[in-house]
């Protein structure tokens, strides 16, 4: 099955510094790469997602990449923001009809 | 729409007792999943369905079992609680490939 492993699983930064969150996947057949967010005590919410079939898509200040031929994918996040504190889970699948396969999750904290 | 609802939102149990935590969806959603997560081990699936009738296991089945009589209901029993499934345990349902997650229950077992 499916394997996505995810780093790092915690990173601290400063108030308007970027931040990269990394993931590999061992399936080939994965096209569907979703992230999702966890604020403290509070459910899982997709933020951004992308297909095999593009390379990089943006929303605002979160962009994610995806790199076919290696087998990875990374959630970029510009100017962060106290507010941007959270848990962010990376997930693969076969889209579809396919159960995602889950990282295990980056603590995220930003100092202001 | 509610969404995805669970109840309890919190749970005490002693070891051996069983109990089943319940997850509704307004959304007509086909797929419904149940996942634990535990600290460091991101989101783990216990169980899954695709449609009334039909469930599979996931990748930590053992000890839980589950139904899926309607599209609307996807409840998940524990059959004899044990400490090791002391943990935060999320429902979901999807459509299009996004997961739309309950807020959880978080229960421990003694």
């Known amino acids: 099955g499916e394997n996505v492993e995810q780093h790092p699983s915690t990173l601290s930064v400063q108030e308007g510094d970027s931040a990269v969150i990394k993931c590999t996947y061992s399936d080939s057949a994965s096209n569907y790469f979703p992230w999702y967010k966890q604020e403290l005590g509070k459910r899982p919410q997709l933020i951004i997602d992308i297909r095999s079939n593009v390379g990089e898509k943006k929303d605002q200040r979160i962009a994610v990449t995806l790199n076919k031929t290696a087998k990875h994918f990374s959630l970029h996040i510009t100017e962060t923001q106290p507010e941007d504190s959270a848990v962010y889970f990376c997930?693969?699948?076969?889209?579809?009809?396919?159960?995602?396969?889950f990282g295990r999750g980056t603590s995220l904290i930003v100092h202001p | 729409n509610a969404g995805v609802t669970q109840t309890p939102k919190f749970q005490v149990l002693k070891t051996g007792q069983s109990m089943t935590l319940q997850c509704a969806q307004d959304m007509n959603h086909e797929y419904m999943s149940w996942y634990r997560q535990d600290p460091g081990m991101g989101l783990r699936l216990i169980h899954y369905s695709v449609g009334a009738g039909i469930t599979d296991q996931g990748e930590v089945p053992n000890g839980y079992n589950v139904s899926r009589s309607t599209t609307e209901d996807f409840p998940l029993r524990l059959l004899s609680a044990a400490p090791s499934q002391t943990s935060v345990y999320f429902c979901?349902?999807?459509?299009?490939?996004?997961?739309?997650f309950g807020p959880g229950t978080r229960l421990t077992v003694t």
């Open positions: 979901a349902s999807s459509y299009d490939d996004e997961q739309y």
């Open positions: 997930a693969a699948s076969k889209g579809g009809s396919y159960i995602p396969t």
